[in-house]
């Protein structure tokens, strides 16, 4: 132990299992079977529940961000079920790196771990901004690789099945054939193949038909779309099961997906250095790594596209929208990707978008919450209702928040009323991708 805490090593990699956090529960999942490709034995964490928020509570202040305590929370419930061998379990736990606080969880985890009685146990950092140097968690190139096939592959999915289960003839055949394919992809990177590039694009037109082929009847629901604080907007844990909730209302649900906030990473990268000063070679590597992700991103749109189902902005259009509005020099909480993304929602017919936000996150309500007003001048049909989570936050009151929101787009919809953008989205992309036949 040095530093006061127990450093997880290269060797605890062959005798450790190490816990993780669910965030995006298609993506982590999948996710998952690129670490164990590299010979780390992982779980995803699936344990819910009020108990999990009340043991975060109990070891991290309220002050602190609402995301935290959950994650800590998570975790000391999952050491406290019995269920693991406390001498071989460690933690994995990301740090952002930058303004965001994120990058302090792990020394509030630490602590919590110390009070708990669980100090022995070693927390492995996952970041890309050289934070604990010490750790024996590395990120080798190859695993980047596959972890990023792995969030193109859940965004796909989640895409796939969202836009398919409100309207499917046999209930629960979408989320079924989501699994099906999980399994599948974990198939694959287990064996170390659809990973690269041209593996995926060969691969997304022949999920996309197989959701296509799923008995439907197309009848009119309201969409919505979610944005907000990374966490808060994918983990059931931290929205309270919203993407469930809004389902059992009938509607459809566009939640944008994980690589978007992957490329806004990258991005800042470059933007920084334009507005702030830097080296030239990293802005070159940003740009050309966002190339990369574009080719990949206009594959998976062109599938969509080609199984008749709507598909998001690609990314390098998506950057654009929040002109404007606010300026990419907001880079905390989400920054600038809050708002362009609501403006895309708004003008691709998601009209009504629940932007769930962590209280405790002043920046993220700035550039959510902040700016809902300017979107609703620029765009009337905009129905957006922010929701504060955080442990004294009930899950009624966030509910009926929504649900008055929802009662205004029902009538729309009983109406007829259409969203009318300001602001027209580009036409088709092409995509080197979308002639590749059959997939793996």
């Known amino acids: 132990m040095e530093g006061g805490y127990v450093h997880f090593t290269k060797e605890m990699k062959k005798t450790h299992t190490i816990l993780i956090p669910n965030m995006a529960p298609l993506q982590f999942s999948i996710l998952q079977a690129a670490l164990e490709r590299e010979g780390y034995h992982t779980e995803v964490l699936g344990n819910c529940g009020s108990q999990?928020?009340?043991?975060?509570?109990?070891?991290?202040?309220?002050?602190?961000?609402?995301?935290?305590?959950?994650?800590?929370?998570?975790?000391?419930?999952?050491?406290?079920?019995?269920?693991?061998?406390?001498?071989?379990?460690?933690?994995?736990?990301?740090?952002?790196?930058?303004?965001?606080?994120?990058?302090?969880?792990?020394?509030?985890?630490?602590?919590?771990?110390?009070?708990?009685?669980?100090?022995?146990?070693?927390?492995?950092?996952?970041?890309?901004?050289?934070?604990?140097?010490?750790?024996?968690?590395?990120?080798?190139?190859?695993?980047?690789?596959?972890?990023?096939?792995?969030?193109?592959?859940?965004?796909?999915?989640?895409?796939?099945?969202?836009?398919?289960?409100?309207?499917?003839?046999?209930?629960?055949?979408?989320?079924?054939?989501?699994?099906?394919?999980?399994?599948?992809?974990?198939?694959?990177?287990?064996?170390?193949?659809?990973?690269?590039?041209?593996?995926?694009?060969?691969?997304?037109?022949?999920?996309?038909?197989?959701?296509?082929?799923?008995?439907?009847?197309?009848?009119?629901?309201?969409?919505?779309?979610?944005?907000?604080?990374?966490?808060?907007?994918?983990?059931?844990?931290?929205?309270?099961?919203?993407?469930?909730?809004?389902?059992?209302?009938?509607?459809?649900?566009?939640?944008?997906?994980?690589?978007?906030?992957?490329?806004?990473?990258?991005?800042?990268?470059?933007?920084?250095?334009?507005?702030?000063?830097?080296?030239?070679?990293?802005?070159?590597?940003?740009?050309?790594?966002?190339?990369?992700?574009?080719?990949i991103e206009q594959a998976s749109i062109s599938a969509l596209r080609a199984a008749g189902y709507h598909a998001p902005a690609r990314f390098l259009d998506l950057r654009n929208m929040a002109d404007g509005i606010i300026s990419r020099g907001n880079k905390m909480g989400e920054g600038w990707l809050l708002t362009a993304e609501m403006v895309e929602l708004v003008t691709s017919g998601y009209e009504n978008i629940v932007c769930a936000q962590p209280f405790g996150c002043l920046p993220n309500h700035i550039c959510g919450k902040g700016m809902i007003s300017r979107i609703r001048a620029l765009y009337p049909a905009a129905n957006i209702t922010p929701i504060d989570y955080d442990p004294s936050a009930t899950p009624v009151n966030q509910e009926n928040r929504i649900k008055l929101m929802l009662s205004v787009a029902k009538e729309r919809l009983d109406e007829g009323a259409q969203a009318l953008p300001a602001r027209p989205l580009d036409g088709p992309v092409e995509s080197e991708g979308a002639k590749v036949p059959a997939y793996l």
Request: one cysteine or more; aromatic letters at 10%; glycine letters at 12%.
């Open 52 to 295: 999990v928020a009340q043991l975060g509570l109990k070891y991290v202040h309220n002050d602190t961000c609402y995301p935290a305590l959950l994650v800590i929370g998570q975790f000391l419930d999952a050491l406290n079920s019995g269920k693991y061998d406390l001498e071989h379990t460690a933690l994995l736990i990301t740090q952002t790196g930058g303004g965001c606080r994120a990058s302090n969880y792990i020394h509030l985890l630490r602590k919590a771990l110390a009070k708990a009685g669980y100090g022995s146990i070693p927390v492995a950092s996952l970041n890309f901004s050289g934070l604990e140097k010490d750790s024996g968690f590395q990120m080798s190139l190859p695993m980047l690789k596959m972890a990023l096939a792995a969030i193109v592959y859940g965004d796909l999915l989640m895409t796939l099945r969202n836009q398919t289960a409100p309207y499917e003839l046999e209930k629960g055949a979408a989320e079924a054939l989501a699994q099906k394919w999980v399994k599948t992809i974990r198939g694959w990177f287990l064996q170390g193949r659809g990973g690269s590039a041209k593996e995926m694009k060969a691969a997304f037109p022949g999920i996309a038909k197989e959701f296509a082929a799923i008995p439907v009847k197309r009848t009119p629901k309201v969409k919505v779309g979610v944005v907000g604080e990374i966490y808060v907007k994918y983990s059931p844990l931290g929205n309270n099961g919203l993407e469930a909730f809004l389902a059992g209302e009938g509607c459809e649900v566009n939640l944008p997906g994980l690589l978007g906030f992957v490329q806004y990473c990258v991005s800042n990268m470059g933007d920084t250095v334009r507005l702030y000063g830097g080296s030239g070679a990293l802005v070159w590597g940003a740009e050309a790594l966002l190339k990369h992700m574009d080719g």
